[in-house]
C-alpha cells in the first residue's frame, strides 16, 4: 500500500489508541505541508521564492493529490487582494495557511477509507462535537516508524521519500511524534542533517523552508498569545 507524505504524518501524530492527535497544531501544518510537497516532487506545483504556482493540470493518478492540485490552481490563478490582474505565484505561506484545516480532514477521511484507522464520534461535556481516529490496521505505521528508525536513529541511507518525510516533521517541529521514545536530542540533529543534505532540487527545498517559516510564526504567536 503507498501512502502519501501526508498520510503518513498523520499515522504519526495520532494516538493508536484514543485516537486523538498529538500535537494537533504541528500536525495539521506537518500533513499539509506534506500534501504540497507531493505535488512539488510530482513538478505539478513549484514553489519559487516563497511564492507558489500550478505549473502542471495532469492529474497525478492519486485521487487526494488530484483533488488538492485542482483547488490549489484555482486558487494561486486568482489576483491577490481582488484585483483584476492575473496573479503568477501567490504566496506558499498563506496556501498553507488557508488549507491546513481542509487538509487534515481529507487526509483523514482517506486514511479511514483505506482501513487504516477507525472514525469514531462522541460529544465533550456532552455538548461539543468530536471526532477522533483511533488506529484499525498498524501495519503500515509499523513499517512506517521502522523506515525512520533505520535512517534517523541507525544511520541508514534514506531513499528520496524517506529523506522528505524526516524533513517534514523536522521543519514542523514533530521529533517527539515520529519518536516517542527517544529524547529531542537524540534525534534532532540527525533530522536537521537529512533536511539540510544536497538531496532537493530548489522548489522542494523552498516547500520545506516554507513550511518551517510558518511554523516558527506560529510557535511565536502561540507563545506571545500565552504570555500576554
Given at each position: 500500500?503507498?501512502?502519501?507524505?501526508?498520510?503518513?504524518?498523520?499515522?504519526?501524530?495520532?494516538?493508536?489508541?484514543?485516537?486523538?492527535?498529538?500535537?494537533?497544531?504541528?500536525?495539521?501544518?506537518?500533513?499539509?505541508?506534506?500534501?504540497?510537497?507531493?505535488l512539488v516532487m510530482a513538478d505539478r506545483v513549484t514553489v519559487t521564492?516563497?511564492?507558489?504556482?500550478?505549473?502542471?493540470?495532469?492529474?497525478?493518478?492519486?485521487?487526494?493529490?488530484?483533488?488538492?492540485?485542482?483547488?490549489?490552481?484555482?486558487?494561486?490563478?486568482?489576483?491577490?487582494?481582488?484585483?483584476?490582474?492575473?496573479?503568477?505565484?501567490?504566496?506558499?505561506?498563506?496556501?498553507?495557511?488557508?488549507?491546513?484545516?481542509?487538509?487534515?480532514?481529507?487526509?483523514?477521511?482517506?486514511?479511514?477509507?483505506?482501513?487504516?484507522?477507525?472514525?469514531?464520534?462522541?460529544?465533550?461535556?456532552?455538548?461539543?462535537?468530536?471526532?477522533?481516529?483511533?488506529?484499525?490496521?498498524?501495519?503500515?505505521?509499523?513499517?512506517?516508524?521502522?523506515?525512520?528508525?533505520?535512517?534517523?536513529?541507525?544511520?541508514?541511507?534514506?531513499?528520496?521519500?524517506?529523506?522528505?518525510?524526516?524533513?517534514?516533521?523536522?521543519?514542523?517541529?514533530?521529533?517527539?511524534?515520529?519518536?516517542?521514545?527517544?529524547?529531542?536530542?537524540?534525534?534532532?540533529?540527525?533530522?536537521?542533517?537529512?533536511?539540510?543534505?544536497?538531496?532537493?532540487?530548489?522548489?522542494?527545498?523552498?516547500?520545506?523552508?516554507?513550511?518551517?517559516?510558518?511554523?516558527?510564526?506560529?510557535?511565536?504567536?502561540?507563545?506571545?498569545?500565552?504570555?500576554?
Amino acid at each position: 500500500m503507498t501512502v502519501t507524505l501526508g498520510e503518513e504524518i498523520m499515522l504519526l501524530t495520532l494516538d493508536d489508541t484514543s485516537g486523538a492527535a498529538k500535537g494537533e497544531s504541528s500536525a495539521r501544518w506537518g500533513v499539509t505541508g506534506g500534501i504540497l510537497l507531493e505535488l512539488v516532487m510530482a513538478d505539478r506545483v513549484t514553489v519559487t521564492g516563497g511564492r507558489i504556482e500550478a505549473v502542471d493540470p495532469a492529474p497525478t493518478g492519486d485521487a487526494l493529490l488530484d483533488g488538492r492540485l485542482e483547488r490549489l490552481a484555482r486558487w494561486a490563478g486568482k489576483p491577490a487582494g481582488g484585483g483584476r490582474k492575473p496573479s503568477r505565484g501567490r504566496k506558499a505561506a498563506d496556501w498553507l495557511t488557508r488549507d491546513h484545516a481542509h487538509g487534515v480532514q481529507d487526509v483523514l477521511d482517506r486514511l479511514c477509507a483505506r482501513g487504516l484507522v477507525t472514525e469514531e464520534k462522541h460529544r465533550a461535556l456532552g455538548l461539543f462535537p468530536v471526532r477522533r481516529y483511533p488506529e484499525a490496521d498498524g501495519s503500515v505505521e509499523r513499517e512506517l516508524r521502522d523506515r525512520l528508525a533505520s535512517v534517523v536513529v541507525h544511520g541508514a541511507e534514506p531513499d528520496a521519500r524517506t529523506r522528505a518525510l524526516t524533513a517534514l516533521l523536522h521543519a514542523a517541529g514533530l521529533h517527539r511524534q515520529a519518536f516517542p521514545d527517544l529524547p529531542k536530542k537524540r534525534v534532532e540533529p540527525r533530522m536537521a542533517a537529512i533536511a539540510e543534505g544536497q538531496w532537493a532540487g530548489d522548489s522542494v527545498r523552498e516547500a520545506i523552508l516554507t513550511l518551517q517559516t510558518v511554523m516558527t510564526a506560529v510557535t511565536v504567536v502561540t507563545v506571545v498569545t500565552a504570555t500576554s
